[in-house]
């Protein structure tokens, strides 16, 4: 079965400690993988896009990494405007290009 | 571009009561969906759209019915509401090859009593 788990559930850290968020997906084959930041009250907003194992994306911040089994979003120095909810989803090329499997997110909180 | 929009942004139904959801895009894409989001569970595919005039049932259909009648809309029903569709709702639509991040929409959060 198909499947994204996201760890930790939830982070805090001190404003310019940085860490790693973690997603591991399970499945027959990898079409994309996406990360997206969600704000308390709004919709998701794309951050990036992975497609093979080894491929890196950075914007301010974060840089998203990708394995065959797991993708990591790395916060550098982070601020407290980074504290948001990051989801990670996974588009599996075995089925159509409708479909992207969520994981339940990481509440970053970041403390000034 | 106003990207993804959704009305209401908030409703407070009574079990039984019927609603509908709206959902607009402007960035010419293909396809659209629409999900709910709960506590602890990642996002829920409930119905899609590849295209204009055509819609499938995703993950959760029961209880919800769509209609894409333009390509820019995509309309979602509930016929007679439960407390169990309690739920925060997002649109998204993307682009059907290339480029296939999803764009959302600020979401309607929708109790039934």
């Known amino acids: 079965e198909d499947q994204v788990t996201q760890s930790p559930e939830a982070l805090r850290l001190q404003e310019g400690e940085s860490s790693s968020l973690n997603c591991s997906y399970t499945?027959?084959?990898?079409?994309?993988l996406f990360w997206y930041r969600q704000d308390p009250g709004k919709g998701p907003e794309f951050l990036f896009t992975l497609y093979s194992a080894g491929e890196e994306k950075e914007k301010e911040r974060l840089k998203a990494t990708l394995t065959k089994k797991e993708s990591f979003l790395h916060i550098t120095a982070p601020k407290p405007e980074d504290s948001a909810t990051y989801l990670c989803a996974v588009q599996p090329s075995t089925s159509g290009t409708y479909k992207y499997i969520f994981g339940t997110g990481t509440r970053l909180k970041v403390l000034a | 571009n106003a990207g993804v929009t959704q009305t209401p942004k908030f409703r407070v139904l009574k079990t039984g009561q019927s609603m509908t959801l709206l959902c607009a895009q402007d960035?010419?894409?293909?396809?659209m969906y629409w999900y709910r989001q709960d506590p602890g569970m990642g996002l829920r595919l409930i119905h899609y759209s590849v295209g204009e005039g055509t819609t499938a049932k995703g993950e959760v259909p029961d209880g919800y019915n769509v209609s894409r009648l333009k390509k820019q809309n995509f309309l979602l029903g509930l016929e007679s509401a439960a407390p169990s569709q309690t739920s925060v709702y997002f649109c998204?639509?993307?682009?059907?090859?290339?480029?296939?991040?999803?764009?959302f929409g600020p979401g309607t959060r929708l109790t039934v009593t």
């Open positions: 998204a639509s993307s682009y059907s090859t290339g480029r296939q991040e999803q764009y």
């Open positions: 960035m010419n894409h293909e396809y």
């Open positions: 499945v027959s084959g990898l079409r994309g």
